[in-house]
């Protein structure tokens, strides 16, 4: 054969090999971003997303040397978890997009199909197997029940850990293939990476032992109880994953410890252990049915307390007959008993044992768990019909009307994420007794000013829990706003009679009650806040304020302070302390906090009013008016400002220049001649009725 015809036969084979595969990659790709593509237009939820990016200052300060190092230290009282490269990823999407959540949104796409992507190549060289590769891709890719995962900007932690987790596979494949320090040590960073995302890559060792079993055999090819019959072999096994054991277990207490103290661990007395176990039953089966007929989907699911009999028992029934199944097919087909094992393991964590806020269930614990199910179905349907005639055609068709299906769910669950009012009322739409979806879809509404709806949701809360503090507090909220500060004082009242710990309730009752008069109560409140929460920065806030009011500037310099330690980008306390300091005569000092306040909030319009006044006390008139112009610039509608800058014109005599300014100030709205008569700051051109002529003029 001639050179020629051996360079042709080899590239014949080299590109009939990475072609399928090609075209697997690239319509991964296409299919992954017709569904998601949609959420480049969504807005930030008010479920959790003000925590993560819309009310926190810490990631609008951007990618720092200050908020990296909060990332990996002060951020975990944030969320209770340590996850600083969650938070670098935010921070670097603050740097791209602003306050552009569509940006935040297409990173956690980004994320996602390269996650659909790593699926693939990871089970394409572990198996070799392209179809059965390319479908749990596929389904990874466009399931419904993995929308919330992507759709929800908070969840970018779920996302970026699934791609370290994926990553620590792919590179633990080749370390099997090839043992070597560095292809062990490259595993190990990469799951250690992803426990920096979130710490749900606990069970990532035992998914390791599963892969040793099956597909990298390294366990032999008998059924399961005949391997584990080999002690010695199992135990090498498991000696060597021994750094990933240590990581988990570090992680694991540390991680149970912060959400205990945080308080989001409900104890036993709340939610008994019989109900736990049987709730966790429920929860692998409902999973599993979602599965197959992803329908009414819902950001929360709230626990149901203790379920009748019949749904337990049929659950641990139906679990039973499955384990049996996969573990007495293990021989013939390997992997029925891994990805069996591998979604029972992974979903283990976030089961419902060990309760962590008010759900039951969450459709993101599966984004990890499902990819065991989806192995069994692949490889299982494959294997069934491996001597039917028409196989290929009859198992292309299935997979494609499977995937359409799913897709379209998909792409109608999207939409339910576009903003805080559609993925409230969707949830009411699924369970009309969510009591999360009633309080925040009232939020919403309160932010759309249509605050009678807001309290018909609060108060239908509290028809379903009447117990339900934060929808007391809420209540109080608006009633607050309303001015109805005697009810607001009542339902905050009735708040802490629930829960006497309740700080926030505690707060806001200090606030009504300051506007009461009633100041010594008030401090007393603010006191329990922080007695209660040493790091409720607001009530330090509020303290320096009463302080203030009081004329004690020491006292309320040092409330400040405290609060600007727990969050030195409050910029309200930064611009209170600097009025604080002003009055002390520190004026050097008031004026660092004043731009401080205006470093963190450009528009902070006190800060610019303080900044503006300070400099025209100091007598320097053209560092005023660049404050003064800075007011105009954000409230053009205010003849203060207007006024000001000719007071700093009269004051270095310049007449025309002032007068021009006061001619604005009229035409704005003032009309003050007898307050401009006696005012010192005009004191060099004032002359008989020209107020009055100017008031003609206008």
Same mark, same amino acid.
């Given at each position: 054969?001639g050179?020629?015809?051996?360079?042709?036969?080899?590239?014949?084979?080299?590109?009939?090999?990475?072609?399928?595969?090609?075209?697997?990659?690239?319509?991964?790709?296409?299919?992954?971003l017709?569904? =998601?593509?949609?959420?480049?237009?969504?807005?930030?939820?008010?479920?959790?997303?003000?925590?993560?990016?819309?009310?926190?200052?810490?990631?609008?300060?951007?990618?720092?040397l200050?908020?990296?190092?909060?990332?990996?230290?002060?951020?975990?009282?944030?969320?209770?978890?340590?996850v600083?490269?969650? *938070?670098?990823?935010?921070?670097?999407?603050?740097?791209? /997009?602003?306050?552009?959540?569509?940006?935040?949104?297409?990173?956690?796409?980004?994320?996602?199909?390269?996650?659909?992507?790593?699926?693939?190549?990871?089970?394409?060289?572990?198996?070799?197997?392209?179809?059965?590769?390319?479908?749990?891709?596929?389904?990874?890719?466009?399931? %419904?029940?993995?929308?919330?995962?992507?759709? *929800?900007?908070?969840?970018?932690?779920?996302?970026?850990?699934?791609?370290?987790?994926?990553l620590?596979l792919?590179?633990?494949?080749?370390?099997?293939?090839?043992?070597g320090?560095?292809?062990?040590?490259?595993?190990?960073?990469?799951?250690?990476?992803?426990?920096?995302?979130k710490?749900?890559l606990?069970?990532l060792?035992f998914?390791?032992?599963?892969?040793?079993?099956w597909p990298?055999g390294?366990?032999?090819?008998?059924?399961?109880l005949?391997?584990?019959?080999?002690?010695?072999?199992?135990?090498?096994?498991?000696?060597?994953?021994? %750094?990933?054991f240590?990581?988990?277990a570090?992680?694991?207490?540390?991680?149970f410890?912060?959400?205990?103290?945080?308080?989001a661990?409900k104890?036993?007395?709340?939610?008994?252990?019989?109900v736990? &176990?049987?709730?966790?039953?429920v929860?692998?089966?409902?999973?599993? #049915?979602?599965?197959?007929? %992803?329908?009414?989907?819902?950001?929360?699911?709230?626990?149901?307390?203790?379920?009748?009999?019949?749904?337990w028992?049929?659950?641990?029934?139906?679990?039973?007959?499955?384990?049996?199944?996969?573990?007495?097919?293990?021989?013939?087909?390997l992997?029925?008993?891994?990805?069996?094992?591998?979604?029972?393991?992974?979903?283990?964590?976030?089961? #419902?044992?060990?309760?962590? #806020?008010?759900?039951?269930?969450?459709?993101?614990?599966?984004?990890?768990?499902?990819?065991?199910? /989806?192995?069994?179905?692949?490889?299982?349907?494959?294997?069934?019909?491996?001597? *039917?005639?028409?196989?290929?055609?009859?198992?292309?068709?299935?997979?494609?009307?499977?995937?359409?299906?799913?897709?379209?769910?998909?792409?109608?669950?999207?939409?339910?994420?576009?903003?805080?009012?559609?993925?409230?009322?969707?949830?009411?739409?699924?369970?009309?007794?969510?009591?999360?979806?009633?309080?925040?879809?009232?939020?919403?509404?309160?932010?759309?000013?249509?605050?009678?709806?807001?309290?018909?949701?609060?108060?239908?809360?509290?028809?379903?829990?009447?117990?339900?503090?934060?929808?007391?507090n809420n209540?109080?909220v608006?009633?607050?706003?309303q001015?109805?500060?005697?009810?607001?004082?009542?339902?905050?009242?009735?708040?802490?009679? &629930?829960?006497p710990?309740?700080?926030?309730?505690?707060?806001n009752?200090?606030?009504a009650?300051?506007?009461?008069?009633?100041?010594?109560?008030?401090?007393?409140h603010?006191?329990?806040?922080?007695?209660?929460?040493?790091g /409720?920065?607001?009530?330090?806030y509020?303290?320096?304020?009463?302080?203030f009011?009081q004329?004690?500037?020491?006292?309320?310099?040092?409330?400040?302070?405290?609060?600007?330690r727990?969050? %030195?980008? =409050?910029a309200?306390?930064?611009?209170?302390?600097?009025?604080?300091?002003?009055?002390?005569?520190?004026?050097?000092?008031? &004026?660092?906090?004043?731009?401080?306040?205006?470093?963190?909030?450009?528009a902070?319009?006190?800060?610019?009013?303080?900044?503006?006044?300070?400099?025209?006390?100091?007598?320097?008139?053209?560092?005023a008016?660049d404050?003064?112009?800075?007011?105009?610039?954000?409230?053009?509608?205010?003849?203060?400002?207007?006024?000001?800058?000719a007071?700093?014109?009269?004051?270095?005599?310049?007449?025309?220049?002032?007068?021009?300014?006061?001619?604005?100030?009229?035409?704005?709205g003032?009309?003050?001649?007898?307050?401009?008569?006696?005012?010192?700051?005009?004191?060099?051109?004032?002359?008989?009725?020209y107020?009055?002529?100017?008031?003609?003029n206008?």
């Amino acid at each position: 054969m001639g050179s020629a015809m051996i360079r042709k036969s080899v590239h014949h084979k080299v590109f009939s090999r990475v072609r399928p595969d090609y075209w697997v990659c690239l319509l991964l790709v296409v299919a992954t971003l017709s569904v =998601y593509w949609p959420v480049k237009d969504f807005e930030f939820v008010n479920f959790d997303d003000p925590l993560y990016v819309a009310d926190n200052r810490y990631v609008q300060k951007g990618l720092t040397l200050e908020t990296v190092r909060w990332s990996f230290t002060d951020a975990t009282r944030k969320t209770n978890y340590w996850v600083p490269l969650t *938070w670098l990823s935010i921070l670097l999407d603050y740097e791209l /997009y602003g306050m552009n959540a569509g940006g935040y949104h297409l990173t956690n796409v980004f994320f996602h199909v390269l996650n659909t992507l790593l699926v693939f190549i990871v089970f394409r060289r572990l198996t070799g197997a392209l179809w059965q590769s390319a479908f749990v891709a596929a389904l990874f890719a466009l399931h %419904p029940l993995h929308v919330e995962s992507v759709a *929800w900007v908070t969840e970018r932690k779920d996302v970026l850990s699934t791609f370290f987790w994926l990553l620590t596979l792919l590179s633990y494949g080749g370390y099997v293939g090839r043992p070597g320090a560095g292809r062990y040590l490259l595993a190990l960073l990469l799951f250690i990476l992803g426990m920096m995302s979130k710490p749900m890559l606990v069970t990532l060792p035992f998914v390791l032992l599963l892969l040793d079993y099956w597909p990298l055999g390294r366990l032999g090819s008998g059924g399961v109880l005949a391997n584990l019959a080999r002690p010695a072999t199992v135990l090498k096994l498991i000696w060597e994953k021994g %750094p990933f054991f240590i990581i988990i277990a570090i992680a694991g207490v540390a991680t149970f410890l912060t959400q205990q103290e945080a308080g989001a661990v409900k104890s036993l007395a709340a939610i008994p252990l019989e109900v736990r &176990i049987t709730n966790v039953l429920v929860a692998y089966v409902s999973y599993i #049915g979602k599965m197959f007929w %992803p329908a009414r989907l819902s950001f929360l699911y709230p626990h149901p307390g203790a379920l009748p009999a019949w749904q337990w028992s049929g659950a641990l029934l139906i679990l039973g007959a499955i384990t049996y199944a996969a573990f007495r097919f293990a021989k013939e087909r390997l992997y029925l008993a891994v990805g069996w094992l591998w979604y029972l393991g992974t979903l283990f964590p976030v089961s #419902g044992l060990i309760v962590i #806020g008010p759900h039951a269930m969450a459709d993101r614990y599966t984004y990890v768990p499902l990819i065991g199910l /989806y192995m069994m179905m692949a490889w299982g349907v494959a294997g069934a019909v491996a001597r *039917w005639r028409y196989k290929t055609m009859g198992l292309a068709l299935t997979a494609a009307v499977t995937l359409a299906f799913f897709a379209g769910a998909a792409g109608k669950q999207v939409r339910y994420w576009q903003n805080s009012m559609t993925l409230m009322e969707h949830a009411l739409d699924v369970n009309a007794d969510n009591t999360a979806a009633h309080i925040n879809l009232g939020i919403a509404l309160g932010s759309k000013g249509r605050t009678a709806d807001a309290i018909r949701h609060y108060r239908e809360a509290l028809r379903i829990d009447p117990n339900y503090v934060d929808a007391y507090n809420n209540l109080g909220v608006v009633l607050d706003n309303q001015g109805k500060t005697a009810d607001a004082i009542r339902h905050y009242r009735e708040a802490l009679r &629930i829960d006497p710990n309740y700080a926030k309730a505690h707060n806001n009752l200090g606030n009504a009650l300051l506007r009461e008069g009633k100041t010594e109560e008030a401090i007393m409140h603010y006191l329990k806040t922080v007695q209660i929460d040493s790091g /409720y920065k607001a009530a330090y806030y509020n303290l320096g304020n009463v302080f203030f009011a009081q004329g004690n500037f020491d006292e309320a310099i040092n409330h400040y302070l405290v609060a600007l330690r727990i969050d %030195p980008t =409050y910029a309200e306390a930064h611009n209170n302390l600097g009025s604080a300091l002003a009055k002390e005569n520190r004026i050097d000092e008031a &004026i660092v906090h004043y731009q401080k306040a205006l470093a963190i909030a450009p528009a902070y319009i006190d800060a610019v009013k303080n900044l503006a006044m300070v400099y025209a006390a100091l007598g320097k008139y053209d560092m005023a008016r660049d404050f003064f112009h800075k007011w105009i610039a954000i409230r053009p509608d205010q003849w203060q400002a207007y006024y000001s800058i000719a007071g700093t014109y009269a004051r270095q005599k310049k007449i025309d220049e002032s007068l021009r300014w006061l001619q604005k100030a009229v035409d704005m709205g003032f009309d003050g001649c007898n307050f401009l008569e006696k005012d010192e700051d005009f004191k060099n051109i004032r002359q008989p009725s020209y107020c009055q002529d100017l008031m003609k003029n206008h």
